[in-house]
Every structure is written in C-alpha cells, then in structure tokens.
C-alpha cells in the first residue's frame, strides 16, 4: 500500500515553544489528511481535517490558533503546536486518504511529543 | 454522538490459541466498519474492512461480520502467531470518501508468546 511519513517522530520541547510536525504522503497525492492525537490507553480522537489549499476544519474543542495546520501541497500537511504546554503532550497522528486504487486512508507512524 | 468500545486490553495468549477481541458500536445509520492494526513503531494499518450488514471482512487469518442487530464488529482469528502482537483497533465511518474521518476504539494490545 501506499506510505506516509511523519517527521520527527518524537520532539521534547520546552514550555512556551512552538513545535511543527511533518506529514508527507510519499507516493500518492492526497487532497484531505487528518490529524489525530491520541492519550495513553485512549482513543485516537480527531484534531481536524487538512484540506489542500484551503483552511483547515477542527473539530469542536479544539484550538485552531493553537494547532495551526497547514496543506500547502499535495504531498504535505504540517501542524504546528503554538506556544506548547505540558498538557499538549500526546501522541499525533496524521492519516491521508489515498484516491484510485487505494481508496482507503493510510496513517502516519505517528509523532510524540513531550512539553517540559 | 458515533462511538466505538472494544474489549479492554491487554491480552495475553500462547501461540495457535483462538482470538476474539469484541468491538461494540453506536451510531445513527449504517457505518462502514474497520479494523485496523498497530505494529510496534509503524503506523496504523487497515487490517479489514465491511460496508454492510451481514459483511465478513477478512485478511491474514483474521475475520470480523458486521452484525446489525447486535451493532458489534468483533475480530476473531482461529490460531495466533508471535508475530500477530500488536494493537488492534476498531473503527468506523460513514462514508468510504476522502473527507470522513474514521471514529476509533480505544486499541486492544495483543501480545501473544511463543
């Protein structure tokens, strides 16, 4: 199937910083990619959905001048954690759902990242 | 609100034994169901998938029926390996288009020894 890479994979980072996670589809173009974040033992709950070349839909509760996501291609999505705190520490995943002849959504490998 | 609960990990099993990991759902209308699977250090995997009632996705051993009137989705496989350890989550969505988001369970860890 087709690979999606998440960069970096983890990022400590002190409080007060701002940190921005990559998510690139590698060998299939993706109009939409969405952004999970995930607690310990918990569900994976969405963040919001990227779209190329538009902005970007959150879901309700979350920030959008905390977590600001940028499509700026087809091939790449980035979220950046403005301003982080110790409670924005978590588990973020992104997910790019790949056209014809996949159709289905491939994940990222995820990216962790601790708030000191 | 859609939600999705799978059984509480994590399980424990000896190599061949028999899986069932139960995934229960709510939702209003008929989603498409999902299991996906989580390998140490990879990304989540679609592991199988149904779209309607009555449905029996399947895929490297592993099977799941969509059954409607109990809304659950529960993942069975009938002899285990070592390399079948992994987290396993169930999930479903409305619409098998590009802008849907899936609804996830919490993940069962599986680890099976040898």
């Known amino acids: 199937g087709a690979v999606v890479s998440q960069h970096p994979s983890w990022v400590i980072c002190k409080s007060g910083t701002s940190v921005k996670i990559e998510c690139r589809s590698l060998?299939?173009?993706?109009?939409?990619m969405f952004w999970y974040r995930q607690f310990p033992k918990q569900s994976l709950m969405l963040m919001a959905t990227s779209n190329e070349g538009s902005k970007a839909t959150y879901e309700q509760g979350v920030e959008k001048d905390k977590f600001l996501i940028n499509h700026a291609s087809l091939t790449l999505s980035t979220l950046t954690v403005t301003s982080a705190h110790p409670e924005d520490s978590s588990f973020y995943i992104c997910?790019?759902?790949?056209?014809?002849?996949?159709?289905?959504?491939?994940f990222g490998p995820g990216t962790r990242l601790t708030v000191l | 609100g859609d939600s999705v609960t799978q059984m509480e990990g994590p399980v424990t099993l000896s190599e061949e034994a028999f899986l069932t990991i139960n995934c229960t759902y709510t939702?209003?209308?008929?989603?498409?169901l999902f299991w996906y699977v989580q390998y140490p250090g990879e990304g989540l995997q679609l592991l199988l998938k149904a779209t309607k009632a009555d449905d029996k996705g399947s895929n490297k051993g592993f099977e799941a029926t969509y059954r409607k009137e109990t809304t659950s989705f529960h993942l069975e496989k009938g002899s285990v390996q070592v390399s079948d350890s992994a987290v396993y989550f169930c999930?479903?969505?409305?619409?098998?288009?590009?802008?849907?988001?899936?609804?996830f369970g919490k993940g069962t860890r599986l680890s099976v020894i040898a």
């Open positions: 939702a209003t209308g008929y989603p498409s």
């Open positions: 999930a479903l969505s409305f619409r098998l288009r590009k802008n849907t988001p899936l609804v």
């Open positions: 997910s790019a759902f790949g056209g014809s002849p996949y159709n289905e959504q491939f």
């Open positions: 060998d299939f173009q993706a109009t939409t």
